[in-house]
């Protein structure tokens, strides 16, 4: 079946297979955003422990997720994990450690003896989510305005500044880096609305709910300040365009909202996603008695399709999805980057399991989520986090 | 010999090792007790007895808690073969890195979603949906084990792959070669049955202090049945898997077969070094230096081991540098010339393919392929930077073999005392299954440092030298790395650690 793919239709398979992930991934980082209003939302322990473990039954999708997207990116496109990983080392060193700190913090958080103390995990949980959600969105943000890296003719990647990624965070003279913080910033309170929307959905406890909802609105609009921000520049930047034949990059004005006409289907779904996400948002803060519980689905469907439609703008239409700044012929393009035709065919076939992967994990949640959780469950729960 | 910064070679290695026996600490324990707690909870299921559940919970809060840890030292393994080994991830990454995104798609959502299940679900599924998600956690965890593990042999035993020289790495061409060579089968199936077996020591372990302390006699007498039988079960596969594994090591990795036997000169009839101590290891400036202080040998039993024949011929470590015609093996010094030209022709493939000069493309392609096999060689200059370090491999070696015996021993005796409900009586036996604890571990890490050790220089045997493999970064970076990581899975080792001992002191089974 995906043998008779030409080689350039399964790499553009495997972005989208990549962008899936990804724009899942953005979706779930709402445990981390959670994280950052334990304190916020929960005023006394029981509250916290509520919001502990509402979070702490999810935390591992988004973990596995990550490594998902990371396992996917090497399989598919193992130049760009090369280059990013290798070359912007301490930006993904800095995500990994956010994420080390976060796996033993739900377990060990209210265990006896646990050495460190509740504050201690809780704060750990507190760094995972502000450092993930900022530097990936920050990371995720380079797709369109450019790092500095050289590929040699043995594909070998050199990263050019000293400071190993930080630069895309902190060069505040360069204007990129405004761009770039902008989607980390926006990534970051978007995975405070959706954790919001979540509680709405997943606890049971009136005092929190009270405070989740005042909470809503203000991060709601921080979180559009900072996305209107991005998705304009990203709009009026000039992008990185390749000639599928020779495969020279140039710079084209405009290129991504050309990439955007040029592929109606995605500028349309970006357009339901970021409706969506308004409209989830909308219908929590003004119509919560009557859908305030299911906001999190529109919102979180909307927030997968406009990740999603994002990175098929970064990917598609003859876009160098990881440029260089430094060097524009050295820029990653899904067709420079990517696996043999014959992995990506393999590939591809054990890409078949996804949809049963995502139907037991439907089930599994629908199964854990039946009842909402409450201060009473939490005193009686052996393995309450 | 091309410059290459060794300190970041050495830097980046100590970060994977660190990270890595760090993570294997946690890992074999997960593999083996989420078999151990489904088999419990089976019990649970069929006989409906309370004390199983109870059983079945205590061992389940242990696992979460070491779980944890494993997961949080996990991550980090993934991500750097990015960060600290970007030339390996390109080089190979078209097969390296297949397996990786299968263990995320196949394994990990298993073992993830069935976990929260398995912690949370007692009173919100059925209890059938329950066994059913600690067997899938299970499963899951063994299948992630899997695909690393066949990633891990092809590193050792690269098959299924040809060069590309366009895109300068290798790239998959047989995907069930990969996944069913001989060694990648027998490195998962010896790996995880010696996890099965920590897995057990860890169960009969902590029983045992419990039985001294005679306290919760209904919990470590039943886990102690239970452990020990599947203890059993798995250590004697655990034997035979290691044989066939050093036989398969024996074809494809002699050098590293010669290193964990000490074996300089190679020899006919060729006997085994069951235990020794080394006094000077033989060098070029003294060949016949007196090799071992101590030993005691078993007569042919490694020609015995190695081919199925008593009277093999076995290369050593010199036969492999210098070469042995009379054998048909070929020197390291003759390796090293066929990569430099391997080496050498690629460069001006590149050359003429870039120039537009077809006639001398196709000419240094054609040596290219000619020499590709030996390519890894090209790096080196001297042949005696090819070879391991031989006291640390047969040290490592031997004493995960001594220690895999010493378990089989423990494990019969355990079952049967417990079987006729005696274990109480047999205090010395008590101790050992306590100690057999930190054996299990030495012997895990043990096996670790040969596999990994033993195969030195190569990151993909013969074809990619570790130096040559490490991200193109300042060693500084890489030392600042190692030192976080380092604290860190310290402090959370200490952590865990404390919590669990709590866990274990502070449990009542509730009087039986």
Not at chain 1, 180 to 207: C, E, K, P, T
Not at chain 2, 62 to 82: C, K, P, R
Not at chain 2, 232 to 243: A, N, Q, R, Y
Not at chain 2, 352 to 358: F, L, N, S, V
């Amino acid at each position: 079946m995906f043998e008779n793919l030409s080689y350039l239709a399964l790499q553009e398979y495997w972005w989208a297979i990549v962008s899936l992930l990804g724009s899942l991934l953005v979706f779930l980082l709402f445990v981390q955003g959670g994280q950052t209003l334990l304190y916020t939302l929960g005023k006394t322990d029981s509250e916290v422990k509520v919001l502990a473990n509402s979070l702490g039954r999810k935390w591992e999708f988004t973990f596995t997720t990550l490594v998902t997207f990371g396992g996917a990116a090497f399989a598919s496109f193992p130049l760009f994990y090369a280059t990013s990983f290798g070359g912007a080392y301490w930006v993904w060193i800095i995500i990994l450690f956010a994420f080390i700190i976060q796996a033993v913090s739900y377990e060990y958080r209210s265990k006896a003896s646990n050495w460190l103390g509740t504050k201690t995990y809780d704060t750990f949980l507190y760094i995972n989510g502000l450092l993930g959600t900022l530097l990936l969105g920050t990371a995720v943000a380079t797709f369109f305005t450019g790092s500095q890296f050289l590929v040699n003719d043995m594909n070998q990647s050199f990263w050019q500044s000293p400071f190993k990624g930080l630069e895309l965070a902190f060069n505040l003279g360069r204007y990129a880096t405004y761009i770039n913080l902008s989607l980390g910033l926006g990534v970051f309170f978007l995975a405070r609305v959706l954790a919001i929307l979540y509680f709405m959905n997943n606890v049971d406890n009136d005092a929190i709910l009270e405070r989740a909802r005042k909470k809503l609105l203000p991060n709601a609009a921080l979180f559009l300040v900072f996305f209107l921000f991005f998705l304009v520049n990203i709009l009026v930047i000039s992008g990185f365009n390749y000639d599928p034949v020779s495969g020279a990059v140039n710079m084209e004005p405009f290129k991504y909202l050309h990439n955007l006409l040029a592929m109606p289907v995605v500028l349309i779904i970006l357009l339901i996603g970021v409706v969506m996400v308004l409209l989830g948002i909308f219908r929590a803060a003004f119509a919560y008695e009557k859908c305030g519980r299911r906001a999190i689905w529109l919102a979180g469907a909307g927030t997968v399709l406009t990740v999603f439609a994002l990175f098929l703008t970064a990917g598609y239409n003859h876009t160098a999805f990881y440029p260089s700044v430094y060097d524009l012929q050295s820029s990653l393009t899904i067709q420079n980057a990517s696996s043999s035709f014959y992995t990506l065919v393999a590939m591809s076939y054990v890409s078949l399991m996804i949809p049963f992967v995502a139907a037991y994990i439907w089930y599994a949640w629908r199964s854990l989520n039946k009842k909402r959780i409450t201060v009473k469950e939490m005193e009686e729960d052996s393995h309450a986090y | 010999m091309e410059h290459f910064d060794l300190t970041l070679v050495d830097w980046s290695r100590a970060q994977f090792a660190l990270t890595a026996l760090y993570h294997w600490i946690f890992v074999p324990i997960t593999l083996g007790t989420s078999f151990i707690i489904a088999i419990m909870e089976t019990i649970y299921v069929k006989t409906g007895q309370e004390i199983w559940k109870r059983i079945t919970k205590f061992w389940m809060t242990l696992f979460g808690i070491n779980f944890a840890i494993g997961v949080a030292t996990g991550i980090i393994l993934e991500f750097e073969f990015g960060t600290n080994w970007s030339n390996y991830s390109w080089f190979v990454g078209d097969i390296f890195g297949a397996p990786l995104a299968i263990e995320g798609i196949m394994a990990f959502f298993m073992e993830s979603t069935f976990i929260a299940i398995m912690f949370f679900g007692w009173d919100k599924v059925s209890k059938k949906f329950h066994l059913t998600s600690s067997w899938l956690v299970a499963i899951g965890s063994n299948l992630s084990a899997l695909w690393i593990l066949v990633a891990n042999a092809w590193m050792q035993n690269p098959v299924g792959m040809e060069f590309n020289p366009d895109t300068a790495r290798n790239e998959m061409v047989d995907f069930w070669q990969v996944l069913f060579s001989p060694t990648a089968v027998n490195k998962f199936l010896h790996v995880i049955t010696s996890a099965y077996t920590y897995s057990a020591l860890f169960v009969i372990g902590i029983s045992a202090w419990y039985l001294l302390k005679k306290k919760n006699l209904a919990l470590a007498k039943r886990s102690m049945v239970v452990a020990s039988t599947f203890g059993l079960i798995t250590s004697l596969f655990m034997v035979m898997t290691g044989d066939e594994s050093a036989r398969e090591v024996y074809k494809v990795q002699p050098m590293k077969f010669a290193a964990m036997e000490g074996l300089y000169y190679g020899e006919t009839n060729a006997p085994l070094v069951a235990i020794g101590i080394f006094e000077n290891a033989p060098t070029p400036q003294d060949p016949k230096a007196k090799e071992w202080a101590a030993k005691i040998e078993i007569p042919n039993l490694l020609s015995y081991m190695a081919a199925l024949d008593p009277h093999a011929f076995v290369p050593g470590i010199h036969d492999l540098v210098h070469g042995n015609k009379e054998q048909g093996i070929v020197s390291y010094y003759d390796k090293i010339a066929r990569g430099k030209t391997a080496i050498q022709a690629l460069a001006e493939y590149k050359a003429a393919k870039k120039a537009g000069d077809r006639e001398k493309t196709a000419a240094s392609l054609a040596t290219f392929k000619e020499n590709y096999k030996d390519f890894g060689y090209g790096y080196y200059d001297d042949p005696h930077d090819l070879i391991p370090n031989v006291p640390l491999t047969f040290y490592s070696f031997h004493t995960m073999v001594g220690l895999g015996t010493l378990f089989v021993l423990i494990f019969i005796f355990t079952l049967i005392y417990s079987v006729k409900d005696k274990i109480v009586d047999k205090r010395w036996l008590l101790y050992i299954a306590l100690w057999s604890i930190p054996m299990g571990f030495l012997a895990q890490e043990a096996g670790w440092m040969v596999a990994e050790f033993g195969r030195q220089p190569w990151v993909v045997q013969d074809y990619m030298p570790t130096l040559t493999a490490v991200s193109n970064i300042d060693h500084t970076s890489v030392m600042i790395t190692v030192l976080l990581f380092t604290i860190t899975f310290t402090v959370l080792l200490i952590a865990e650690i404390k919590i669990m001992l709590k866990q274990i002191n502070g449990f009542n089974d509730g009087g039986h």
